[in-house]
């Protein structure tokens, strides 16, 4: 029954001018898990993500979030019931603060993303609420910072607190560690399994090291279709999966013994 799934694709299927991008996807993430959608390039990972959010529609078949079908829902609607998504090229303002940044999200968050003349005791209860979410990706002290002047793995950082402060019940990541030096990446490790904590995950990630440390479930995709699915240690033994990554089963990423996917250009 769908009702144990939070997020549930039933035949989920995209198609681009006779191209087939997304070919009968069937997904289902469990309540509170981390699952990893993965693949190489090109695999259809970054169109199913489009789809969950509504940002494309499908061509055929079914999106179901907590048991309701939301597949005809818009975007803001998909937004409003809870799926927040971060992107993979960071989406904060680059000429205002760190605190400045998560204002605006958490303004938004409340529908007064314009009400300017709002009162300094307002005001006051979103910067308390600011600082809170700043301190829990480890930003309290570049709070006043520009945006700009931060480095990429912070930058990272306060993209993922103001994905928080929309308050997601299902957080969709995607590549959050795209770009970064092993350093920000275990950073960003740690903050991803900190925003999990009361919440369902679902991440496109290319680092196969990340998802080993941080998902219960992982998805792969290949040519638009589910490849297989398992944990981590089912799915790194899996000699298809090896092939569609590297076309060799003795290829692999940190030490040899797994397939070390690429990052995928958004389609």
């Known amino acids: 029954m769908s009702e144990q799934f939070v997020l549930e694709t039933r035949n989920l299927v995209k198609e681009f001018k006779g191209f087939v991008a997304v070919d009968d996807v069937n997904l289902k993430i469990h309540q509170g898990h981390i699952h990893a959608l993965i693949g190489p390039n ?18 055929r078949g079914q999106i179901l979030y907590q048991g309701e079908d939301i597949t005809s829902l818009k975007s803001a609607a998909i937004a409003r019931k809870g799926i927040v998504r971060s992107f993979q090229i960071s989406a904060v303002f680059p000429h205002m603060t760190a605190l400045e940044n998560i204002r605006v999200a958490l303004q938004t968050a409340e529908g007064t993303s314009f009400s ?3 009162s300094g005791n307002s ?9 809170e979410l700043l301190d829990s990706v480890g ?18 950082a306060l993209e993922l607190a103001t994905t928080l402060a929309m308050e997601p019940t299902m957080l969709l990541l995607d590549e959050p560690t795209q770009g970064m030096g092993s350093e920000d990446v275990d950073q960003v490790v740690e903050l991803v399994r900190k925003a999990a904590e009361g919440r369902t995950v679902l991440m496109v990630e290319h680092n196969l090291s990340v998802v080993s440390k ?3 479930r992982i998805t792969v995709l290949a040519q638009g279709a589910v490849l297989t699915e398992g944990d981590y240690q089912t ?10 990554y590297m076309g060799s089963a003795d290829s692999g990423e940190r030490g040899g013994s797994s397939p070390a996917p690429q990052a995928e250009a958004a389609q």
Do not use: I
């Open 139 to 156: 930003l309290t002290e570049f709070a006043n910072t520009t945006t700009v002047e931060l480095a990429y793995g912070r930058k990272r």
């Open 123 to 131: 005001l006051h209860k979103l910067n308390q609420r600011c600082m």
């Open 214 to 216: 941080l998902c219960d």
């Open 235 to 244: 799915v790194s033994a899996d000699p298809r999966v090896r092939e569609v």
């Open 116 to 118: 300017f003349w709002k």
């Open 42 to 59: 090109g695999a259809g990972k970054t169109t199913v993500f489009n789809l969950l959010t509504k940002f494309l529609s499908p061509t």
